[in-house]
């Protein structure tokens, strides 16, 4: 008897326990919901950059390199210098775990010159994606994904319909790169020398190259190809690793030793 007591005594605890770690859980989760929204809404919409030293992590660090809070608000303070009125607004948050998870759409006006693109003073929408990792209640990482592709062609840079019928099957091949300072010449050169290559090939359409130095010193370098259809882009892509083994090139290590980072798109337009 004392011992069924005992069991069912140790089961109660054990049950309140695992639901107050759920409730504290739970806190906590709408706690770093609620700082993500403050930080939209107050922090980044009215420019009070003061308040983050309550929300950024002395522990934060990026893909891109940055540190503490000017490497967590430096692609955001590039946006605010091209388009001072730029506003964000919150479509979801959810909160997991450690983790918020929102949809943004930033609506700015283009009043100054964006990573080479002169000032076109159109009004623009860019709609994305960004994580949020807590720690202790802090900022620790994040990840932003934005609609590049729609963003460029909304600035003029690339053409705004691919979907007319003599441009439905082009092909955008779209790369971004962040380049370290110490890096950027010879980033540049291997840079010119793949441009020059491609621009011989079958069905290539033109590039365009957009680069602007961040405030650390690094540089964001998005370059830009289109190509006629996607046979067209798969041909090159052959033809141009045959001239990198060639020449005796390696991107992926040339990448890794100079700590130049990558991200690829490929776009097409749709019927």
């Given at each position: 008897?004392?011992?069924?007591?005992?069991?069912?005594?140790?089961?109660?605890?054990?049950?309140?326990?695992?639901?107050?770690?759920?409730?504290?859980?739970?806190?906590?989760?709408?706690?770093?919901?609620?700082?993500?929204?403050?930080?939209?809404?107050?922090?980044?919409?009215?420019?009070?950059?003061?308040?983050l030293?309550?929300?950024?992590?002395?522990?934060?660090?990026?893909?891109?390199?940055?540190?503490?809070?000017?490497?967590?608000?430096?692609?955001a303070?590039?946006?605010?210098?091209?388009?001072?009125?730029?506003?964000?607004?919150?479509s979801?948050?959810?909160?997991?775990?450690?983790?918020?998870?929102?949809?943004?759409?930033?609506?700015?006006?283009?009043?100054?010159?964006?990573?080479?693109?002169?000032?076109?003073?159109?009004?623009?929408?860019?709609?994305g994606?960004?994580?949020?990792?807590?720690?202790?209640?802090?900022?620790?990482?994040?990840?932003?994904?934005?609609?590049?592709?729609?963003?460029?062609?909304?600035?003029?840079?690339?053409?705004?319909?691919?979907?007319?019928?003599?441009?439905?099957?082009?092909?955008?091949?779209?790369?971004?790169?962040?380049?370290p300072?110490?890096?950027?010449?010879?980033?540049?050169?291997?840079?010119n020398?793949?441009?020059?290559?491609?621009?011989?090939?079958?069905?290539?359409?033109?590039d365009?190259?957009?680069?602007?130095?961040?405030?650390?010193?690094?540089?964001?370098?998005i370059?830009?190809?289109?190509?006629?259809?996607?046979?067209?882009?798969?041909?090159?892509?052959?033809?141009?690793?045959?001239?990198?083994?060639?020449i005796?090139?390696?991107?992926?290590?040339?990448?890794?030793?100079?700590?130049i980072?990558?991200?690829?798109?490929i776009?097409?337009?749709?019927?």
């Amino acid at each position: 008897m004392i011992k069924q007591l005992l069991g069912g005594l140790l089961l109660i605890a054990t049950t309140a326990f695992s639901q107050q770690k759920v409730s504290d859980m739970e806190t906590i989760q709408q706690q770093n919901k609620a700082a993500i929204i403050h930080f939209y809404e107050d922090i980044l919409n009215q420019r009070k950059f003061a308040q983050l030293d309550g929300l950024i992590s002395l522990e934060y660090a990026n893909s891109q390199g940055g540190s503490g809070i000017q490497g967590f608000i430096q692609s955001a303070q590039t946006v605010l210098q091209s388009f001072p009125d730029a506003q964000w607004s919150l479509s979801l948050v959810m909160a997991e775990g450690d983790k918020v998870f929102v949809k943004q759409t930033m609506q700015g006006t283009h009043q100054n010159t964006f990573q080479h693109i002169a000032p076109t003073h159109k009004a623009v929408t860019s709609e994305g994606t960004a994580i949020y990792t807590f720690k202790n209640g802090k900022i620790i990482s994040h990840e932003v994904q934005t609609d590049r592709l729609g963003f460029l062609q909304q600035l003029g840079a690339i053409p705004a319909d691919i979907t007319s019928t003599n441009k439905r099957n082009q092909v955008y091949f779209i790369d971004k790169f962040i380049v370290p300072s110490a890096a950027i010449s010879e980033f540049t050169q291997k840079m010119n020398y793949n441009r020059t290559f491609i621009q011989k090939l079958e069905g290539f359409m033109g590039d365009k190259v957009f680069q602007h130095q961040e405030p650390n010193g690094q540089y964001s370098v998005i370059t830009v190809a289109t190509w006629k259809n996607q046979e067209c882009l798969d041909n090159a892509k052959t033809q141009v690793q045959a001239e990198y083994k060639r020449i005796g090139f390696n991107p992926a290590g040339f990448y890794q030793q100079l700590h130049i980072q990558m991200e690829r798109g490929i776009y097409q337009g749709n019927d």
